[in-house]
């Protein structure tokens, strides 16, 4: 296959409503920035973009948490989110933001050219409605009980607790967060990408063309969703905060987030290119361009299925890959924000990115425990004795313990300078060495370009385990031990052919340790550039077309004393850092624990109150009949409505009633129930309802409001 003649690689854009953790920078933002050195090594056209994502709900309400402003919020975390990955190491072209004036110009266009062209719909739909504050609600504006694990603080999109993707109409009892009262539902009308034409596309480009060169998971996933049946997507809100939408007709209507952000990789390419003298165009428009997304497994839908639908209606090239990763889990359990369970990149930034605790070598200790336990395949774990691990019997006892013996010998033995290699005195063993060094460059070639980063940086570390055995079974220190014996009459040997071994042991392990800081760059930046002080060379010996060479060092060239490449990280520390974890946890359950405690006081005295006064004959409208319900079954894709036949005497009812959380069906067949027999019928998920069951309800429960004795089907209720 022939080389692309750029590349473009995004990584996913993080919300700017607070600090990241380092689940987000083992999910996208690592593994991304080691491919890009790694094509930079190998002096690739690459832009590598990136940006914080400042629309959607999770800033304003950020804001309400903080009692500031949307824009207050960004402005406060953009900075902070970029100098924390600044600090780590991650080595962005450009770190945009999406509230640019060019990204809203970019995003408008995009939505206009795909509106003019008839590829949107719209739609008049029943969204919830806060009559209180007087504005429709998003997702995250909504909270209620999660009907999969029972929380009651679950959000309108997900629950927090168990994780399980929501809809707002799946929460139980749902109320909104601006209020606190429950919404009502109100028609409004908003644009959609109709996915369900696109199926067709999706399943040939996805599940035939990208089948065996994508990760399975990523593939398995977008076959669950084009299997069970796309369908229209919103592109539009009803939101005060965001870019509106273009059209006279969209007032008070923004783009939807999951639309606006990934046409922030292409602002940001726009604007990394104004600044850099380039034309962006070829990196969304020219096939020859090699596109890769990285992103973590909860984007997938978004950069597999409806990003590639827009670029391909925007005549956009398609992404090549979306290396998507698993999730990381922290001392066996998930991180989570609001119970405190996380390490943030500050905190780890605060307490080890110290000139006294081993400054930016530090970054290079967490990026390379968490490309060892990369969750590539599947889901990963880090734990505070696992890091420290990592680090002392990795880093410090094989790869530094390797570089630190090449230095300290060579300034021993070899007065500080590379000495020549004598070709006459190679042996297999030399041979051995030098060709794991060139089977080392293939081997990690050949594992970036197929985006498996943990098996790569294995395969340095292996190299260096390789170079202390050489060390090892040489002994140079042993073969100057004896020429000095010799020199003082107590042994016998050949003092010219001994130092010549040693001269080819230490030109051998000189020019491994070169070939290593090639190799070690993508992973470890800050120690590559530390090793290449210590070798008083520049940073043009990283490049790729060098690795494998045993030139890299010259004769005679003098060398600077050797540096301790990694410190040892003592159990003093990981204790503290597992009880900082865990006193976090503590105090976030504790406030969590007095919320509760609030909230329920005031459900235990909160009672409705009485509606507005009614006179007699608005009750006299109401025709309330006694049912029996003959058959229940829930409704499809509906975990919350049940579709009832229901027996009124003088004739059977369908009836679609919202009780699927509380009442398995087989279990209400026979049960009789009151019925609003004159309501007006209304389509529920394509089903006509012709009636209401009325229900009581308590402390989130719903009870049957029913005769005491079974009575005739159809008989009033006065």
Known sequence: MNQPKRYLITAALPYANGLKHIG????????????????????????????????????????????????????????IIQQNFADLGISFDIYHRTSSPIHHETAR???????????????????????????????????????????????GDQCERCGTALSPDELINPVSTLSGLPPVKKLTTHWYLPLNRHEEFLRKWILADHKDDWRASVVGQCKSWIDGGLQPRAVTRDLDWGIQVPLPEAQGKVLYVWFDAPIGYISATKQWAIDNGKDWQPYWNDKETKLVHFIGKDNIVFHCIIFPVMLQLHNNILPDNVPANEFMNLEGDKMSTSRNWKLEMQDYIDDFIKPENGGSQM?????????????????????????????NSELVAIFG????????????????????????LMDDTDKKIIAQISATKEKVETLLEQYKFREAQFAVIDLAREGNRYLQEREPWKKASLIEKINKGEAEGNVAQLQQLIDNSMHISLQLTANLAIFINPFLPFTAQKMLHMMKVVDKILDWSNAGSMKLLSVGYSLRAPELLFRKIEDAEITHQVEKLKAGLAAATAAQQVADTKAQASAAVEIPAVKPEIVYEDFEKLDLRIGTILAAEKVPKADKLLKLEVDLGFEKRTIVSGIAQHFAPEAIVGKQVVVVANLAPRKLRGIESHGMILMAEHDGRLFFVNPEEAIGAGNTVK
């Open 363 to 391: 970054a290079d200790v967490l990026r390379y425990y968490l490309t060892a336990i990369a969750p590539e395949t599947k889901d990963s774990e880090f734990t505070w004795k696992g890091f420290q691990d990592a680090n």
């Open 109 to 155: 266009e995009f939505f206009t050219s795909l509106h003019e062209r008839g590829e949107l719909e719209t739609k008049e739909t029943e969204q919830y409605y806060d009559e209180t504050a007087q504005t429709f609600l998003a997702d995250r504006y909504i909270k209620g009980t999660c009907p999969n694990c029972g929380n009651d603080s679950a959000y």
């Open 401 to 424: 313990n390797f570089v630190n013996r090449a230095f300290v010998l060579m300034h021993k033995l070899c007065n500080g300078k590379v000495p020549v290699f004598h070709n006459e």
């Open 24 to 79: 987000h920078l083992a999910g996208a933002y690592l593994p991304a920035d080691i491919y890009v050195r790694y094509l930079r090594a190998q002096k690739r056209d690459v832009a590598f973009v990136c940006g914080s994502d400042e629309h959607g709900t999770a800033i304003p309400i950020q804001a309400m948490k903080e009692n500031t402003t949307a824009q207050a919020i960004i402005d406060k975390y953009h900075p």
